[in-house]
Antibody
């Protein structure tokens, strides 16, 4: 079955770089049409899409955050990594990875999320 | 970027009520619109994709519709399990950047 799981630090200091890993199973990111995304949700707030990486290694970023984000994949390890530089307390949120299985679909599988707090 | 304006932000209703949640897109996105349900402490769950296509296992009391750039999620005969927050999301093929609406919390009246 399809699963995704986020991993990374629960606490980072302001100005540090956050590195999150999404480890998935039950599908391959080399399958045509497959996409893995990162989405975050600040406490009590709405969902915010951050970045996407496609089966063909195309990458897309949120306009407001693209200077701070880098997404990459390791198909052999079934992992997608997101880095976010210059962390700030406003970046405190639950970070999710989620799959899109084909171009005309929404996020059909999500990880459980990882809560990241930015504080000195 | 495409903006999604969702309303209302909060909705109070009783079991058995029919409720409607609306999302308006800043430009044409049809039919690339999905709806999600999120319960506290959980990841969102995809309910509907391509405006009106229910995922397998989603109760038929959920339905989606569109009129131009306005999209609606209708829950007929609200059940106790339906009290949650709902989000729309666009995934237009013309814009690789995906966006969510601001969410609608459906509360018990």
């Amino acid at each position: 079955q399809v699963t995704l799981k986020e991993s990374g630090p629960a606490l980072v200091k302001p100005t540090q770089t956050l590195t999150l890993t999404c480890t998935f199973s039950g599908f391959s990111l080399s399958t045509s049409g497959m996409r893995v995304n990162w989405i975050r949700q600040s406490p009590g707030k709405a969902l915010e899409w951050l970045a996407r990486i496609d089966w063909d290694d195309d990458k897309f970023y949120s306009t407001s955050l693209e200077t701070r984000l880098t997404i990459s994949k390791d198909t052999s390890k079934n992992q997608v990594v997101l880095t976010m530089t210059n962390m700030d307390p406003v970046d405190t949120a639950t970070y999710y990875c989620a799959r899109i299985p084909q171009y005309d679909y929404g996020f059909d599988y999500w990880g459980q999320g990882i809560m990241v707090t930015v504080s000195s | 970027d495409i903006q999604m304006t969702q309303s209302p932000s909060t909705l109070s209703a009783s079991v058995g009520d029919s409720v409607t949640i609306t999302c308006r897109a800043s430009q044409n996105i049809s039919p690339w619109l999905a709806w999600y349900q999120q319960k506290p402490g959980k990841a969102p769950k995809l309910l509907i994709h391509k405006v009106s296509n229910l995922l397998s296992g989603v109760p038929s009391r959920f339905s989606g519709d569109e009129s131009g750039t306005e999209f609606t999620l209708i829950i007929s005969s609200l059940q106790p399990d339906d009290f949650a927050t709902y989000y729309c999301q666009q995934y237009s093929s013309y814009s690789p950047r995906l966006t969510f609406g601001g969410g609608t919390k459906v509360e018990i009246k």
